[in-house]
């Protein structure tokens, strides 16, 4: 046993190592694409509207002038980022543009300072994910697995080199989830002022984080029921406190509730479901592993590919369900719950009235974490059945097994 | 294994992923002048291309679109520009045909194609007299 667990242990080394090197390499070698230029846009405090009445009032730009509503001003403070947030882009929050405002202001407004602090971020998921699984699982083995996949996907490690609130956000779901279970099991004020406090940092990041926090209400009422106990009270209150605080960018967001449509409009488009279908296959099999399935994909490896997708796709189908059957509902109701408001609500309005936000992985954070930890306790418990199937010699099995993880985790 | 890196992840990126090649078909001109609409190719893509843009492009930008001028208040009538002469090239960078075509007849051009214009798609043409 203890063998297995230092190989494992040398594992999860050797993927965050890979994972530290995917992240830091080449932060400024992808173009700096749409969605980030509208982060530099915001942290310099510009909004569109002014932009527009400057640059299309004047005969002539050089690519440098347009630069300027990238950079720094010194006319525009702080107040001016949540402002134009505010007014042309309410659907979200302002916390991260505020966080990389102040970022920038010390290290650069360049796209590589901008990207570098989603990095930085991101690589606070590790102990976050790794705190999560301690708090849902006995066995630590499922928090390192869980690590290690974590360090190596795509899907994380894509996002951990974007100038968005995707490095951020994962960091601040896997918080609040954690810090819930915390205070569940400690039933302590400061263990459910951490909670709120993480809860308000997470709805401050994204408009979703209240989808999290409904699958959250929901597996609090599966476990306690509709008694009102103290368990229960004590949860409603830090619930409360963040609603409360969220309150006023609701306010405002409601208020310019029209700009909110008008930007968001690009995700009404209308779709064929089967191309949506086809999306999230390609979506779930890049939190794990990009096999490179793309419509520019050569048709002659087309077929492998989708093979490829299909096992993983398996593998996590098999993973949650492996879960709900062979854990407590404590465990399995938390997981599931989380997964399953984010994906259905995301899901369902683009499937009955058609649209494509479904397709973007980026607003389904919460159910990918979801599987990935389904997969880590799979994984782990596989693992250590076979260890125990060798009667303590884990000479050969846990090298076999170690070998099958290296597979899922690398490359 | 790294160069595998950009094209592999192009699944989960969405937008602006023509603007690379446009740009370095237009770096590649000695002079170059960029015409472009915003109301069609959008300020994200403006912005976006002018980090891989050269210092020497020169951008000659409009807002054609009566809401989205009102709404930068600009409140005089908008114009399709003249082209001035001095540049080497000068490159319609485009979404849909709109602009292009009334830019081409105004000057008595064609424009010539150097990227597939597929819907909704980005694109950069050439405006060559007729």
């Known amino acids: 046993m203890t063998l297995i667990k230092s190989k494992l242990r040398f594992l999860v080394v050797v993927l965050l190592i ?11 070698k992808k173009f700096y694409w749409y969605d980030e230029v509208f982060t530099s846009l915001r942290i310099s405090g510009y909004t569109q509207t002014e932009v527009l009445h400057e640059i299309s009032s004047v005969q002539f730009v050089g690519a440098k002038v347009l630069m300027k509503y990238q950079q ?36 650069g407004y360049s796209p590589f300072s901008t990207r570098s602090f989603s990095v930085w971020i991101s690589l606070l998921a590790f102990p976050a994910v790794y705190w999560l699984c301690r708090e849902l699982f006995r066995a630590p083995e499922v928090a390192w697995i869980a690590v290690g996949l974590l360090a190596v996907s795509p899907l994380h490690v894509l996002y951990a080199q974007q100038a968005r609130p995707y490095s951020l956000w994962p960091v601040l779901i896997l918080v609040s989830c954690a810090s819930l279970l915390r205070a569940m099991r400690l039933q302590t004020k400061l263990s459910w002022s951490i909670y709120a406090v993480a809860t308000i940092l997470e709805f401050y990041t994204h408009l979703f984080s209240l989808l999290v926090a409904f699958g959250q209400g929901i597996y609090v009422l599966g476990i306690q029921g509709f008694r009102l106990n103290k368990k229960v009270v004590s949860y409603l209150i830090p619930n409360a406190v963040s609603l409360i605080a969220f309150l006023p960018w609701v306010g405002i967001l409601l208020v310019n509730r029209k700009a909110a449509s008008g930007a968001t409009i690009w995700a009404d488009i209308e779709n064929s479901r089967l191309s949506l279908v086809n999306n999230w296959a390609g979506n779930i099999g890049r939190a794990f592993w990009d096999f490179g399935l793309t419509y520019h994909a050569r048709s002659i490896y087309l077929i492998a590919l989708l093979a490829a997708t299909l096992i993983v796709l398996a593998i996590v ?40 936000r479904s397709t973007k992985a980026r607003y389904l954070f919460p159910a990918y974490l979801g599987m990935q930890i389904a997969v880590a306790y799979l994984l782990a418990t596989k693992m250590s059945a076979l260890c125990l199937a060798g009667n303590g010699n884990c000479g050969s099995s846990d090298s076999c097994t170690v070998n099958g993880l290296c597979a899922v985790g690398c490359c | 294994m790294l160069l595998a890196v950009k094209p592999r992840l192009g699944g989960l990126r969405n937008g602006a992923f023509e603007n690379p090649a446009i740009a370095r078909k237009i770096d590649r001109a000695p002079k170059p002048l960029v015409v472009s609409d915003i109301s069609e190719v959008s300020l994200g893509n403006i912005l976006s291309i002018s980090h891989l843009l050269e210092p020497k492009v020169r951008l000659q930008l409009v807002l054609l679109d009566p809401q989205a001028r009102s709404q930068a208040q600009l409140l005089d009538t908008p114009t399709i520009p003249k082209i001035p002469s001095g540049f080497s090239d000068v490159f319609v960078y485009g979404r849909s045909q709109k602009f292009s075509a009334k830019l081409a007849t105004m000057q008595h051009s064609k424009i010539e194609l150097l990227s597939k214009p597929k819907t909704q798609m980005l694109w950069v043409g050439k405006l060559v007299k007729k």
Not at chain 1, 317 to 332: D, E, I, M, N, P
């Open chain 1, 317 to 356: 189908g098999y993973a949650v369900y492996f879960l709900c059957s062979h854990t407590r509902k404590q465990v399995w109701l938390f997981v599931l719950a989380v997964m399953a408001v984010t994906a259905l609500a995301v899901v369902l309005p683009d499937v009955i009235l058609g649209g494509i």
């Open chain 1, 18 to 28: 890979l994972g530290l090197f995917f992240r830091f390499v080449n932060i400024d």
């Open chain 1, 72 to 107: 720094s001003n010194p006319a525009k403070n702080f107040g001016d980022t949540v402002k134009s947030i505010a007014i042309e882009e309410p659907q979200l929050p302002p916390l991260y543009f505020l966080a990389v405002k102040y970022w920038a202001k010390l290290f």
